[in-house]
């Protein structure tokens, strides 16, 4: 056992001394952090230029392109009173009539065809283009609003870049709002008549009630936040998986370089395979361990600065570790006993697919499971033991958390696996470190791990 302590440290001191693991802790954070800054501020550069959109208006009296004009006109004058409007319509919207060409299909193909090429040349944003029914009330757009219509009754949208369909969103709500009061109005309501009914009621999410573990008495349930159902736990498994892809991969290049270099076969001399797997194992958990360490640290720091700490359960932080480690030491001797197989670095890509494949599934659930945290689909692959670390920590971050039994459980399988793989990683282990020349494959790790 003390031969595997010393390797351990020895690991461990090595990867947290180096500069690699310094530029990795400290810039990775920065990196990610400016690479989102510039992104949101290239895109808002794009949004604030002023657009202009091209709008055929083919109602009566073009009754729609007056109305759009002056909601756009009214939402400019009030971004100075209301700094959010901005966010809704960021830059100037100009929106420049198009004379309607002939009621005549190919008058109308030939007309889409030139301002489309104008959009392609930048000189507008998109072709708008309002059928001269959309005021009259249609039985089918009520009963089925995905069913195609008649050209008539609908807006046409064509744009060529994708941020010109945020517009859209806002663009439908005003032609709504616009074609509802038209239609009010001509049944004889007043225009406060129809701002008074179509006054919002506001939905206020709020926990689950439950009663107070000091008083006993049930109070008032907090207000709920997007931390707690969305962001938390997209965190928290995408901080898992970072830790262990960035832990895990510089231990099997090490165990590729030792091998290459025939230090492995020095080392071996005075330590049985296993023993100088386990040692490597455990260095590489304590160094990802200190990298989640620092992040998670970071991070709860951020959320007391901006007021959502308390929003964060504690429970999921005395699980988060745990549940970290046992992670680690799937994939790490995962990782090692590929390390081990391998001859050189690109050989690791073909043996490592399957493995990064299972290790991607929480992604894959990851939105049903935040929809819905303890449904069939969440219980399910919680219950894969290669994703049930991830899984757990993810559903036990939003209330009510997770049953007792199926944490155990859970627990359970996750540590047969864990013993399960680091022995069949010592056996492959074991074999692969001291054999050289053509690489191995899948199907020979495989037959390793059964007949050793």
Not at 92 to 102: D, F, G, Q, R, T
Not at 154 to 163: H, S
Not at 281 to 291: E, H, I, N, R
């Amino acid at each position: 056992m003390r031969k595997i302590w010393v390797i351990a440290v020895r690991e461990y001191l090595s990867a947290v001394r180096s500069k690699t693991f310094l530029v990795t802790i400290l810039f990775m954070p920065i990196l990610m952090g400016a690479s989102i800054g510039l992104q949101t501020l290239f895109r808002k550069m794009e949004e604030a230029k002023d657009k202009r959109y091209a709008v055929i208006d083919r109602t009566k009296d073009q009754k729609m392109l007056g109305f759009l004009e002056a909601a756009f006109q009214a939402l400019e004058m009030e971004k100075a009173k209301i700094p959010e409007i901005e966010k809704v319509v960021a830059g100037k919207v100009n929106l420049v009539a198009i004379p309607p060409s002939e009621d005549t299909p190919e008058a109308m193909a030939q007309q889409r065809f030139e301002l489309s090429n104008q959009v392609e040349a930048g000189q507008f944003e998109a072709v708008i283009e309002i059928g001269e029914k959309i005021y009259e009330p249609n039985l089918a757009q009520l009963l089925a609003p995905g069913e195609k219509l008649e050209e008539s009754r609908v807006v046409r949208f064509q744009a060529k870049n994708v941020q010109a369909f945020g517009f859209r969103s806002i663009l439908g709500m005003l032609i709504n709002k616009g074609v509802q009061m038209d239609r009010l109005e001509q049944k004889g309501l007043t225009k406060i008549d129809i701002a008074m009914s179509q006054a919002p009621v506001s939905i206020r999410a709020k926990a689950l009630t439950r009663p107070d573990s000091k008083t006993g008495k049930l109070a008032d349930a907090a207000d709920e936040t997007p931390i707690i159902n969305m962001i938390l736990p997209g965190a928290l498994i995408g901080l898992m998986f970072m830790v262990i892809t960035i832990g895990a991969t510089p231990a099997m290049h090490g165990v590729i370089e030792e091998k290459s270099q025939r230090i492995a076969e020095v080392l071996l001399g005075s330590v049985a395979p296993f023993q100088l797997m386990a040692g490597k194992l455990l260095g590489l958990v304590g160094v990802a361990v200190t990298m989640a360490g620092v992040y998670l640290g970071g991070g709860l720091y951020l959320a007391d600065h901006f007021g959502y700490y308390d929003q964060i359960p504690i429970r999921v932080l005395l699980w988060f570790f745990p549940m970290l480690v046992l992670a680690l030491l799937i994939f790490g001797s995962i990782f090692i006993a590929v390390g081990a197989a391998a001859t050189e670095i690109k050989d690791t890509q073909t043996l490592l697919m399957p493995i990064m494949l299972i290790a991607c599934l929480p992604f894959f659930a990851l939105t049903p499971i935040m929809q819905e945290p303890n449904g069939t689909i969440a219980r399910v692959c919680s219950l894969i033991p290669f994703a049930t670390p991830m899984l757990l920590v993810a559903r036990e971050s939003v209330p009510p958390g997770v049953p007792w039994w199926e944490m155990t459980l859970g627990i359970v399988l996750v540590l047969a696996s864990t013993a399960l793989c680091v022995w069949v990683a010592g056996r492959i282990f074991r074999i692969g470190i001291l054999m050289h020349g053509k690489p191995a494959r899948f199907i020979d790790l495989v037959r390793w791990a059964i007949r050793g």
